[in-house]
Protein backbone atom coordinates (compact mmCIF):
# COMPACT_ATOMS: atom_id res chain seq x y z
CA UNK A 1 0.00 0.00 0.00
CA UNK A 2 1.11 3.26 -0.68
CA UNK A 3 2.44 5.66 2.13
CA UNK A 4 0.40 9.10 2.13
CA UNK A 5 2.48 12.10 2.39
CA UNK A 6 1.51 15.43 2.96
CA UNK A 7 2.97 18.65 2.28
CA UNK A 8 3.94 20.69 4.47
CA UNK A 9 3.02 24.11 2.88
CA UNK A 10 3.95 27.00 0.58
CA UNK A 11 5.26 25.67 -2.70
CA UNK A 12 6.21 22.00 -1.61
CA UNK A 13 2.26 21.42 -0.60
CA UNK A 14 1.25 23.23 -3.89
CA UNK A 15 3.63 21.11 -5.95
CA UNK A 16 2.43 17.57 -4.50
CA UNK A 17 -1.12 18.40 -5.02
CA UNK A 18 -0.40 18.40 -8.44
CA UNK A 19 2.58 15.82 -9.14
CA UNK A 20 2.72 13.60 -6.04
CA UNK A 21 6.81 14.28 -6.02
CA UNK A 22 6.97 12.88 -2.17
CA UNK A 23 5.16 9.76 -2.54
CA UNK A 24 7.12 8.91 -5.22
CA UNK A 25 10.37 9.56 -3.19
CA UNK A 26 8.57 7.27 -0.27
CA UNK A 27 7.77 4.90 -2.35
CA UNK A 28 10.27 4.03 -4.56
CA UNK A 29 13.82 5.29 -2.74
CA UNK A 30 13.20 5.78 1.55
CA UNK A 31 10.18 3.29 1.09
CA UNK A 32 11.78 0.79 -1.16
CA UNK A 33 14.21 -2.21 0.65
CA UNK A 34 16.72 -3.21 -0.82
CA UNK A 35 18.97 -6.28 0.16
CA UNK A 36 21.89 -4.78 2.77
CA UNK A 37 24.52 -7.33 1.47
CA UNK A 38 24.97 -5.45 -2.35
CA UNK A 39 28.74 -5.33 -3.17
CA UNK A 40 30.16 -3.88 -5.97
CA UNK A 41 28.92 -5.71 -8.59
CA UNK A 42 25.61 -3.86 -7.93
CA UNK A 43 27.19 -0.84 -9.15
CA UNK A 44 26.84 -1.70 -13.03
CA UNK A 45 22.71 -1.35 -13.26
CA UNK A 46 23.14 2.30 -11.86
CA UNK A 47 25.77 2.84 -14.42
CA UNK A 48 24.42 2.16 -17.29
CA UNK A 49 21.56 4.01 -16.68
CA UNK A 50 24.13 7.00 -15.92
CA UNK A 51 25.83 6.09 -19.19
CA UNK A 52 22.56 6.75 -21.25
CA UNK A 53 21.76 9.38 -19.72
CA UNK A 54 25.80 10.55 -21.10
CA UNK A 55 24.80 9.36 -24.17
CA UNK A 56 21.46 11.14 -24.96
CA UNK A 57 22.92 14.45 -23.45
CA UNK A 58 26.61 13.86 -25.44
CA UNK A 59 24.22 13.14 -28.75
CA UNK A 60 22.14 16.16 -28.87
CA UNK A 61 25.31 18.39 -29.08
CA UNK A 62 26.22 16.12 -31.57
CA UNK A 63 23.81 15.91 -33.70
CA UNK A 64 23.16 19.70 -33.69
CA UNK A 65 26.26 19.72 -35.93
CA UNK A 66 26.19 16.04 -37.37
CA UNK A 67 25.28 16.09 -41.39
CA UNK A 68 24.29 12.77 -42.30
CA UNK A 69 25.23 11.77 -46.28
CA UNK A 70 27.89 10.04 -48.10
CA UNK A 71 29.89 13.39 -49.11
CA UNK A 72 29.32 15.03 -45.45
CA UNK A 73 28.60 13.12 -43.05
CA UNK A 74 32.84 12.11 -42.56
CA UNK A 75 33.72 16.17 -42.79
CA UNK A 76 30.85 17.22 -40.67
CA UNK A 77 32.75 15.19 -37.62
CA UNK A 78 36.20 16.93 -38.49
CA UNK A 79 35.03 20.35 -38.49
CA UNK A 80 32.68 19.83 -35.06
CA UNK A 81 35.79 18.64 -33.38
CA UNK A 82 38.38 21.42 -34.69
CA UNK A 83 36.02 24.41 -35.37
CA UNK A 84 32.98 24.43 -32.91
CA UNK A 85 33.87 25.12 -29.76
CA UNK A 86 33.77 22.09 -26.89
CA UNK A 87 33.20 19.72 -29.44
CA UNK A 88 36.62 18.46 -29.41
CA UNK A 89 35.60 17.19 -25.89
CA UNK A 90 31.96 16.44 -26.37
CA UNK A 91 32.59 14.17 -29.99
CA UNK A 92 35.21 11.96 -28.25
CA UNK A 93 33.12 11.34 -25.03
CA UNK A 94 29.83 10.15 -27.03
CA UNK A 95 32.12 7.95 -28.89
CA UNK A 96 33.76 6.44 -25.75
CA UNK A 97 30.61 6.45 -24.21
CA UNK A 98 29.37 3.75 -26.50
CA UNK A 99 32.15 1.71 -25.13
CA UNK A 100 31.88 2.38 -21.67
CA UNK A 101 28.17 1.75 -21.75
CA UNK A 102 29.38 -2.10 -23.17
CA UNK A 103 32.01 -2.31 -20.64
CA UNK A 104 28.97 -1.40 -17.71
CA UNK A 105 26.88 -3.56 -19.76
CA UNK A 106 28.58 -6.93 -20.02
CA UNK A 107 29.26 -6.25 -16.25
CA UNK A 108 25.99 -6.19 -15.29
CA UNK A 109 25.50 -9.55 -17.50
CA UNK A 110 27.96 -11.01 -15.63
CA UNK A 111 26.35 -9.85 -11.98
CA UNK A 112 22.85 -11.73 -12.85
CA UNK A 113 24.56 -14.66 -14.56
CA UNK A 114 26.66 -15.06 -11.10
CA UNK A 115 24.15 -14.55 -8.37
CA UNK A 116 20.78 -16.44 -10.84
CA UNK A 117 18.99 -12.73 -11.39
CA UNK A 118 17.27 -13.86 -14.40
CA UNK A 119 15.43 -16.82 -11.84
CA UNK A 120 11.79 -16.76 -10.66
CA UNK A 121 10.49 -14.54 -10.38
CA UNK A 122 12.61 -12.62 -12.33
CA UNK A 123 12.34 -13.92 -15.79
CA UNK A 124 10.68 -10.86 -17.00
CA UNK A 125 13.42 -8.55 -15.61
CA UNK A 126 15.68 -10.73 -17.43
CA UNK A 127 14.47 -10.82 -20.51
CA UNK A 128 13.42 -7.00 -20.69
CA UNK A 129 17.16 -6.31 -19.73
CA UNK A 130 18.06 -8.86 -23.03
CA UNK A 131 15.80 -6.82 -25.33
CA UNK A 132 17.49 -3.47 -23.86
CA UNK A 133 21.09 -5.19 -25.36
CA UNK A 134 19.37 -5.88 -28.42
CA UNK A 135 18.72 -2.43 -29.39
CA UNK A 136 21.47 -1.09 -27.89
CA UNK A 137 23.67 -3.61 -30.19
CA UNK A 138 21.17 -2.26 -32.89
CA UNK A 139 21.64 1.74 -31.43
CA UNK A 140 25.70 1.13 -31.30
CA UNK A 141 26.00 -0.10 -34.75
CA UNK A 142 23.70 2.67 -36.69
CA UNK A 143 26.13 5.10 -34.80
CA UNK A 144 29.62 3.42 -36.04
CA UNK A 145 28.25 3.69 -39.23
CA UNK A 146 27.07 6.98 -39.39
CA UNK A 147 30.66 8.83 -39.48
CA UNK A 148 31.43 7.13 -42.87
CA UNK A 149 34.73 6.58 -41.96
CA UNK A 150 36.62 3.85 -43.81
CA UNK A 151 36.10 0.96 -41.56
CA UNK A 152 32.51 2.21 -40.48
CA UNK A 153 31.70 1.65 -44.48
CA UNK A 154 33.61 -1.86 -44.92
CA UNK A 155 31.94 -3.18 -41.49
CA UNK A 156 28.51 -1.89 -42.31
CA UNK A 157 29.18 -3.73 -45.70
CA UNK A 158 29.85 -6.92 -44.38
CA UNK A 159 27.33 -6.79 -41.21
CA UNK A 160 24.42 -5.91 -43.08
CA UNK A 161 25.46 -8.58 -46.28
CA UNK A 162 24.46 -11.01 -43.27
CA UNK A 163 20.72 -10.43 -43.51
CA UNK A 164 21.24 -12.02 -47.13
CA UNK A 165 22.00 -14.85 -45.72
CA UNK A 166 18.39 -15.44 -44.76
CA UNK A 167 16.56 -17.71 -47.27
CA UNK A 168 13.89 -16.40 -49.92
CA UNK A 169 13.93 -12.64 -48.67
CA UNK A 170 17.70 -11.72 -47.72
CA UNK A 171 19.19 -9.85 -51.22
CA UNK A 172 15.41 -7.78 -50.98
CA UNK A 173 16.14 -7.22 -46.86
CA UNK A 174 19.63 -6.05 -47.64
CA UNK A 175 18.29 -3.90 -50.43
CA UNK A 176 15.82 -2.85 -48.28
CA UNK A 177 17.70 -1.93 -45.06
CA UNK A 178 20.74 0.14 -47.24
CA UNK A 179 17.83 1.79 -49.22
CA UNK A 180 19.89 1.46 -52.48
CA UNK A 181 21.86 -1.06 -54.29
CA UNK A 182 24.69 0.06 -52.03
CA UNK A 183 25.91 2.61 -48.76
CA UNK A 184 24.92 5.74 -49.40
CA UNK A 185 23.10 8.62 -48.85
CA UNK A 186 19.80 6.44 -47.90
CA UNK A 187 21.61 4.25 -45.94
CA UNK A 188 23.14 7.21 -43.58
CA UNK A 189 19.94 9.05 -43.65
CA UNK A 190 17.80 6.19 -42.39
CA UNK A 191 20.31 4.80 -40.13
CA UNK A 192 20.69 8.73 -38.80
CA UNK A 193 16.87 8.75 -38.14
CA UNK A 194 16.60 5.40 -36.12
CA UNK A 195 19.92 5.82 -33.84
CA UNK A 196 18.81 9.36 -32.86
CA UNK A 197 14.79 9.17 -32.61
CA UNK A 198 13.77 5.47 -32.75
CA UNK A 199 16.07 3.50 -31.27
CA UNK A 200 16.65 6.04 -28.16
CA UNK A 201 12.63 6.09 -27.62
CA UNK A 202 12.74 2.31 -27.75
CA UNK A 203 15.67 2.19 -25.25
CA UNK A 204 14.26 4.45 -22.60
CA UNK A 205 11.05 2.73 -22.95
CA UNK A 206 13.03 -0.62 -22.05
CA UNK A 207 15.02 1.02 -19.45
CA UNK A 208 11.45 2.38 -17.86
CA UNK A 209 9.32 -1.26 -17.64
CA UNK A 210 13.10 -2.84 -16.83
CA UNK A 211 13.21 -0.54 -13.53
CA UNK A 212 9.09 -0.95 -13.15
CA UNK A 213 9.80 -5.14 -13.00
CA UNK A 214 12.82 -4.53 -10.66
CA UNK A 215 10.19 -2.58 -8.05
CA UNK A 216 7.63 -5.44 -8.46
CA UNK A 217 9.82 -8.44 -7.96
CA UNK A 218 12.42 -6.68 -5.95
CA UNK A 219 16.27 -7.03 -6.33
CA UNK A 220 18.23 -10.09 -5.72
CA UNK A 221 21.47 -10.69 -3.72
CA UNK A 222 24.58 -12.31 -3.65
CA UNK A 223 23.16 -14.94 -1.82
CA UNK A 224 19.79 -15.61 -3.44
CA UNK A 225 18.00 -14.98 -1.09
CA UNK A 226 14.31 -13.40 -1.17
CA UNK A 227 14.18 -10.82 1.15
CA UNK A 228 10.87 -10.24 1.44
CA UNK A 229 10.30 -13.76 2.52
CA UNK A 230 11.62 -12.22 6.32
CA UNK A 231 9.31 -9.43 7.30
CA UNK A 232 9.86 -8.41 10.85
CA UNK A 233 6.84 -7.01 13.56
CA UNK A 234 6.73 -3.95 11.23
CA UNK A 235 6.30 -5.62 8.31
CA UNK A 236 9.54 -4.62 6.51
CA UNK A 237 11.92 -7.10 5.18
CA UNK A 238 14.86 -8.06 8.06
CA UNK A 239 17.49 -8.41 5.71
CA UNK A 240 16.58 -4.68 3.75
CA UNK A 241 17.68 -1.28 4.51
CA UNK A 242 15.97 1.71 2.29
CA UNK A 243 17.23 2.16 -0.99
CA UNK A 244 17.81 6.06 0.00
CA UNK A 245 19.80 6.94 1.38
CA UNK A 246 22.07 3.79 1.84
CA UNK A 247 22.60 2.98 -1.67
CA UNK A 248 21.81 6.38 -3.36
CA UNK A 249 25.10 7.15 -1.24
CA UNK A 250 27.18 4.08 -1.83
CA UNK A 251 25.75 4.72 -6.04
CA UNK A 252 27.06 7.87 -5.79
CA UNK A 253 30.58 6.70 -4.88
CA UNK A 254 30.55 4.14 -7.88
CA UNK A 255 29.78 7.29 -9.90
CA UNK A 256 32.57 9.02 -8.76
CA UNK A 257 35.05 6.67 -9.50
CA UNK A 258 33.31 5.48 -12.68
CA UNK A 259 33.41 9.46 -14.22
CA UNK A 260 37.29 9.77 -12.86
CA UNK A 261 38.00 6.49 -15.50
CA UNK A 262 36.14 7.85 -18.20
CA UNK A 263 37.81 11.17 -17.55
CA UNK A 264 41.10 9.74 -18.15
CA UNK A 265 40.17 7.70 -20.94
CA UNK A 266 38.11 10.10 -22.55
CA UNK A 267 41.63 12.99 -21.92
CA UNK A 268 44.54 10.88 -22.18
CA UNK A 269 43.50 7.46 -24.49
CA UNK A 270 40.66 8.71 -26.15
CA UNK A 271 41.06 5.49 -29.17
CA UNK A 272 42.52 3.19 -26.79
CA UNK A 273 44.98 1.65 -28.49
CA UNK A 274 42.61 1.60 -31.66
CA UNK A 275 39.73 -0.40 -29.71
CA UNK A 276 37.39 2.40 -28.87
CA UNK A 277 38.14 4.12 -32.27
CA UNK A 278 40.15 2.19 -34.97
CA UNK A 279 42.91 4.15 -37.11
CA UNK A 280 40.97 3.40 -40.53
CA UNK A 281 37.99 5.43 -39.08
CA UNK A 282 40.56 8.68 -39.39
CA UNK A 283 40.17 8.11 -42.87
CA UNK A 284 37.08 8.64 -45.24
CA UNK A 285 34.96 6.27 -46.68
CA UNK A 286 36.55 4.44 -49.79
CA UNK A 287 34.90 1.93 -51.47
CA UNK A 288 37.91 0.97 -53.62
CA UNK A 289 40.42 0.99 -50.29
CA UNK A 290 39.56 -2.40 -47.71
CA UNK A 291 40.76 -2.12 -44.92
CA UNK A 292 44.01 -4.41 -44.13
CA UNK A 293 41.45 -6.22 -41.63
CA UNK A 294 37.90 -5.59 -40.89
CA UNK A 295 36.66 -6.15 -37.78
CA UNK A 296 33.75 -4.77 -35.97
CA UNK A 297 34.19 -2.47 -32.29
CA UNK A 298 35.11 -4.58 -29.43
CA UNK A 299 32.08 -4.93 -27.79
CA UNK A 300 30.68 -6.86 -30.88
CA UNK A 301 33.71 -9.67 -31.68
CA UNK A 302 32.79 -12.42 -29.97
CA UNK A 303 29.89 -12.31 -32.19
CA UNK A 304 32.20 -11.71 -35.42
CA UNK A 305 34.54 -14.57 -34.19
CA UNK A 306 31.29 -17.01 -34.19
CA UNK A 307 30.40 -15.71 -37.46
CA UNK A 308 33.75 -16.42 -38.64
CA UNK A 309 34.67 -19.56 -37.34
CA UNK A 310 32.43 -21.76 -39.89
CA UNK A 311 33.17 -21.60 -43.31
CA UNK A 312 29.36 -21.62 -44.74
CA UNK A 313 28.38 -17.90 -44.17
CA UNK A 314 24.78 -18.42 -43.44
CA UNK A 315 25.73 -21.25 -40.83
CA UNK A 316 27.81 -18.62 -39.28
CA UNK A 317 25.13 -16.40 -39.64
CA UNK A 318 22.76 -18.52 -38.08
CA UNK A 319 25.16 -19.34 -34.83
CA UNK A 320 25.97 -15.59 -34.73
CA UNK A 321 22.31 -15.32 -33.86
CA UNK A 322 21.97 -17.88 -32.16
CA UNK A 323 24.92 -16.78 -29.64
CA UNK A 324 22.70 -14.09 -28.77
CA UNK A 325 18.99 -15.77 -28.69
CA UNK A 326 20.54 -18.68 -26.04
CA UNK A 327 20.30 -15.44 -23.51
CA UNK A 328 16.68 -15.22 -23.62
CA UNK A 329 16.71 -18.97 -22.54
CA UNK A 330 19.01 -19.17 -19.20
CA UNK A 331 15.82 -18.61 -16.72
CA UNK A 332 14.94 -22.31 -17.91
CA UNK A 333 18.10 -23.48 -19.16
CA UNK A 334 19.20 -23.25 -15.12
CA UNK A 335 17.65 -25.65 -13.61
CA UNK A 336 18.97 -25.07 -10.11
CA UNK A 337 17.21 -24.73 -6.85
CA UNK A 338 19.83 -22.16 -5.66
CA UNK A 339 19.99 -18.57 -7.48
CA UNK A 340 24.00 -17.68 -6.28
CA UNK A 341 27.02 -19.27 -8.20
CA UNK A 342 27.81 -18.94 -4.33
CA UNK A 343 25.74 -22.02 -3.31
CA UNK A 344 26.49 -24.29 -5.77
CA UNK A 345 29.01 -27.06 -6.45
CA UNK A 346 31.96 -26.63 -8.59
CA UNK A 347 30.90 -27.85 -11.56
CA UNK A 348 28.88 -25.44 -11.90
CA UNK A 349 31.63 -22.88 -11.05
CA UNK A 350 34.19 -24.15 -13.43
CA UNK A 351 30.95 -23.90 -16.30
CA UNK A 352 30.29 -20.27 -15.64
CA UNK A 353 33.96 -19.62 -15.40
CA UNK A 354 35.03 -21.09 -18.85
CA UNK A 355 31.76 -19.27 -20.43
CA UNK A 356 33.17 -15.99 -19.25
CA UNK A 357 36.77 -17.08 -20.17
CA UNK A 358 35.15 -18.30 -23.57
CA UNK A 359 33.27 -14.99 -24.13
CA UNK A 360 36.59 -12.72 -23.59
CA UNK A 361 39.07 -15.26 -25.90
CA UNK A 362 35.83 -14.95 -28.90
CA UNK A 363 36.40 -10.90 -28.22
CA UNK A 364 39.88 -11.20 -29.03
CA UNK A 365 39.91 -13.49 -31.44
CA UNK A 366 37.15 -10.89 -33.42
CA UNK A 367 39.64 -8.85 -33.45
CA UNK A 368 42.26 -11.00 -35.38
CA UNK A 369 42.33 -11.92 -39.18
CA UNK A 370 40.39 -15.42 -39.98
CA UNK A 371 43.31 -17.55 -41.14
CA UNK A 372 45.66 -19.68 -39.67
CA UNK A 373 45.21 -20.14 -35.99
CA UNK A 374 42.99 -17.96 -34.95
CA UNK A 375 40.09 -20.17 -37.16
CA UNK A 376 41.48 -23.12 -35.16
CA UNK A 377 40.80 -21.30 -32.30
CA UNK A 378 37.68 -19.59 -33.07
CA UNK A 379 36.16 -22.79 -34.04
CA UNK A 380 36.89 -24.42 -29.99
CA UNK A 381 35.83 -21.48 -28.44
CA UNK A 382 32.60 -21.61 -30.42
CA UNK A 383 31.79 -24.78 -29.42
CA UNK A 384 32.91 -24.02 -26.16
CA UNK A 385 30.56 -21.25 -25.91
CA UNK A 386 27.06 -23.36 -26.65
CA UNK A 387 28.79 -26.13 -24.77
CA UNK A 388 27.48 -23.59 -22.02
CA UNK A 389 24.17 -23.61 -22.88
CA UNK A 390 23.62 -27.33 -23.56
CA UNK A 391 25.39 -28.46 -20.40
CA UNK A 392 23.70 -25.69 -18.20
CA UNK A 393 20.47 -27.74 -17.39
CA UNK A 394 22.27 -30.96 -16.61
CA UNK A 395 25.31 -29.66 -14.44
CA UNK A 396 22.82 -26.81 -12.47
CA UNK A 397 20.50 -29.94 -11.78
CA UNK A 398 23.04 -31.70 -10.55
CA UNK A 399 24.85 -29.58 -8.00
CA UNK A 400 22.60 -26.90 -7.63
CA UNK A 401 20.69 -27.72 -4.69
CA UNK A 402 23.19 -27.52 -1.89
CA UNK A 403 22.34 -25.81 1.60
CA UNK A 404 21.38 -21.78 1.42
CA UNK A 405 21.86 -19.62 4.97
CA UNK A 406 18.54 -18.63 6.15
CA UNK A 407 19.73 -15.25 6.31
CA UNK A 408 21.67 -12.88 3.76
CA UNK A 409 25.33 -12.89 4.75
CA UNK A 410 26.60 -9.33 5.42
CA UNK A 411 30.04 -8.26 6.35
CA UNK A 412 29.75 -4.41 7.49
CA UNK A 413 32.28 -2.32 4.75
Sequence with gaps: MATVIEGKGGFRAWLNKRMPVDQFVADQLTGYYAPKNFNVWYFFGSLALLVFVMQIVTGIFVTMHFKPGEATAWNSVQVMVRE????????????????????????????????????????????????????????????????????SYWGAQVIINLFGTIPGIGPDLVEWIRGDYGIGDATLNRFFSLHVIALPFIIALLVMLHLVALRQVGSNNPDGIEIKEKLGKDGLPIDGVPFH?????????????FLTLFAVVVFFAPTFGGLFMEPPNFEPANPVSTPDHIAPVWYFTPYYAILRAVPDQKIGALLMAASVVAFLFLPWLDRAKNKSIRYRGAASKILLGTFFITFVVLMWLGLKPADGIYVLLARIFTTLYFLFFILLPFVSKADGNGPVPDRVTYHAH
Excluded: C
Design 245 to 257: PYYTVKDIVGVGL
Design 84 to 151: VPYMWLIQPMHAVGASFFFVVVYLHMARAMLYGSYKAPRELLWIIGMLIYLALMAEAFMGYVLPNGNM
